[in-house]
């Protein structure tokens, strides 16, 4: 037998893409909403929502990139601690978008 055993053929990697692609659409939408209550309502703390979850998103879109190229792979690294950290800053900021609209 050679070395590595081969790579779940299964649809993990699948699984994984389109679970990325999920929440990175889920933020569009909820940065999307955020900026619409900017529009209507040009408030301060409204602007600052939907600047700081404009950013949040860009910042989620580019790690799932990054990922999903990764995943490409045969053996593809795992998340690395500075983009776990920065992918959890990004959804962090992303609900106190959120909560900020609720106010």
């Known amino acids: 037998m050679s070395g590595e055993p081969p790579r779940d053929p299964g649809a993990q990697p699948e699984r994984t893409w389109l679970a990325w692609r999920r929440t990175t659409l889920t933020c569009a ?12 309502d040009p408030s301060g703390p409204a602007v600052a929502a ?6 949040a998103w860009v910042g989620l879109l580019v790690t799932a990139h990054r ?35 609720l106010l």
């Open 67 to 101: 990922r999903i190229r990764a995943l490409s792979r045969a053996r593809p690294r795992t998340m690395g601690a500075a983009q776990t950290l920065g992918t959890l800053a990004c959804v962090l900021v992303l609900v106190g978008a959120g909560g900020m609209m």
């Open 29 to 40: 939408v909820s940065v999307a909403l955020t900026v619409r209550v900017a529009l209507a």
């Open 50 to 55: 939907a600047c700081l979850g404009a950013l």
